[in-house]
C-alpha cells in the first residue's frame, strides 16, 4: 500500500508536527505533501522524508507569512498528483483534507481542529487583525467555510484528537469522529524537587490568553515562569510586574527542568487537546487549567490538578488560592501514572486499528 500524508504547513515543530512524526513512524514509506516547507525548523525525522509542496512554497514570503495565503490552499491542495497512492491521510489543523484521491483510495483526516480562524474563533482572530485584513475577512472566510464543509465529503473516515474536537467535527462538516489522542512523550518527563514558582508554557498569541496569567500573577505577586513567544510577547513584557520572568525558548532538557521544578503549570486556553498539560502531570507536576476543551480530558480534578470556570484574573486567583490548600493531598506519582495513559504506545495502537477498519470498510 502506497501512502501519502497532507500535513497543513511545516514551518515549527508544534503538537500537530509531532503527530506528524508518529505516522512517519507508523507508515516508514510514506510520503509527505505540505503547503509550505521550512526543512530547518523541522526534526530529522521529518527532514529524511520525501516533502512535496505546493505552489504557495514559490510566493513571496511563503514560509514567514503562509497564513496569508489562506485563501488560495484549497485550489493549491487539489492540484496535489496522488494518483499512485492507495492510502492518504491527512493531518488537519489549517486546509489538508480537501486533496482529490482516486476513487478506489482510502482517504483518512486526522483533525487536530476544524480551521479555527474561519468557524468558532473567527470573531478573535478577526478582531486582532489588521485594517485591511479585517475588511477582507468577511467574504474569503465565507468561501472558505463552503470549501471547507463540501471538501470533508471527500473523507471516508474522520478520527480527532478529543472528545472536544470531535464535537466540533460533527457541528461543522456533520461527521462522525473517533476519539485518538495524541502520542506525548511520556517517557522523556521525570520527577524531580519542585521549587516555588509557577509555569504557564506557550505561545504568546492572544487565544492562548498570556493576559490572563499576568494579570492574575500581577495581582497575586507570586513567583511565575512565562515561557514562549509571539505577537503577544512584547505587550506581556510591559505589562507584567516583577514577580514575573520570561524565557523565549528553552532546549529540551530545559524544557523538562521547567516542568519538574514548577510548583504547577497554569494553562489558561480552551485547548483542541493540550499537550502541555500531559507533559507537566508526566513530570510530576499538578495542573491548574481552565476547565473547558481538551483539558477536561487530560487532567482529573482533585488528583492530577484543579479547574477554574471563568477566564478572569479572579477565577484564577481563586482556583490557585484552593490549590494552596490542596497541594499537600497530591501525589507526582498519581499524575504521572495518568499521563502514561497518552503514551505514543497508545496512539500506534488506536490509529493502527483506525485505519484498519475503514480498509475493512472501503474494500470489505
Request: charged share 25%; proline share 7%; aromatic share 12%.
Amino acid at each position: 500500500m502506497k501512502v501519502a500524508i497532507i500535513h497543513y504547513w511545516l514551518v515549527a515543530m508544534r503538537g500537530g508536527e509531532r503527530v506528524l512524526e508518529r505516522l512517519c513512524t507508523l507508515y516508514p514509506q510514506a510520503d509527505i505533501f505540505t503547503h509550505v516547507y521550512q526543512p530547518e525548523a523541522m526534526s530529522a525525522l521529518i527532514r529524511s522524508r520525501k516533502v512535496t509542496t505546493s505552489f504557495i512554497q514559490k510566493l513571496p514570503g511563503a514560509t514567514r507569512r503562509y497564513q496569508s495565503y489562506l485563501p488560495l490552499m484549497p485550489l493549491a491542495l487539489e492540484q496535489f498528483d496522488l494518483r499512485d497512492y492507495d492510502l492518504v491521510i491527512a493531518s488537519e489543523a489549517g486546509p489538508a483534507k480537501g486533496v482529490i484521491t482516486r476513487p478506489d483510495a482510502l482517504s483518512l483526516c486526522y483533525c487536530h481542529s476544524p480551521m479555527r480562524y474561519i468557524w468558532d474563533q473567527y470573531p478573535v482572530y478577526r478582531a486582532q487583525a489588521g485594517a485591511l485584513t479585517r475588511l477582507a475577512m468577511p467574504l474569503l472566510s465565507h468561501r472558505l467555510r463552503m470549501w471547507d464543509t463540501t471538501s470533508a465529503s471527500r473523507v471516508d473516515r474522520f478520527a480527532s484528537n478529543s472528545a472536544f474536537i470531535r464535537s466540533r467535527v460533527r457541528k461543522y462538516y456533520g461527521r462522525d469522529a473517533e476519539v485518538i489522542h495524541p502520542p506525548v512523550p511520556v517517557d522523556d518527563f521525570a520527577i524531580a524537587e519542585p521549587g516555588d514558582h509557577y509555569l504557564w508554557l506557550s505561545q504568546l498569541v492572544p487565544y492562548k490568553r498570556p493576559d490572563l496569567v499576568v494579570d492574575a500573577f500581577n495581582a497575586n505577586g507570586l513567583p511565575l515562569l512565562i515561557v514562549g513567544d509571539g505577537p503577544c510577547a512584547a505587550d506581556m513584557r510591559k505589562r507584567a510586574k516583577g514577580n514575573i520572568r520570561f524565557e523565549t525558548r528553552l532546549n529540551y532538557a530545559g524544557l523538562r527542568e521547567a516542568y519538574s521544578r514548577a510548583r504547577a503549570l497554569i494553562f489558561t486556553a480552551e485547548e483542541d487537546f493540550g499537550i502541555v498539560p500531559v507533559e507537566a502531570m508526566a513530570s510530576g507536576r499538578p495542573v491548574i487549567a481552565y476547565g473547558r476543551g481538551g483539558a477536561l480530558e487530560t487532567v482529573v480534578e482533585g488528583s492530577t490538578g484543579l479547574f477554574f470556570g471563568e477566564q478572569t484574573p479572579a477565577s484564577l486567583n481563586e482556583a490557585i488560592r484552593r490549590f494552596e490548600d490542596w497541594l499537600p493531598a497530591f501525589e507526582p506519582e498519581v499524575a504521572r501514572a495518568h499521563a502514561r495513559k497518552f503514551a505514543p504506545e497508545r496512539f500506534d495502537e488506536q490509529f493502527l486499528a483506525f485505519v484498519e477498519q475503514g480498509i475493512d470498510r472501503r474494500f470489505g
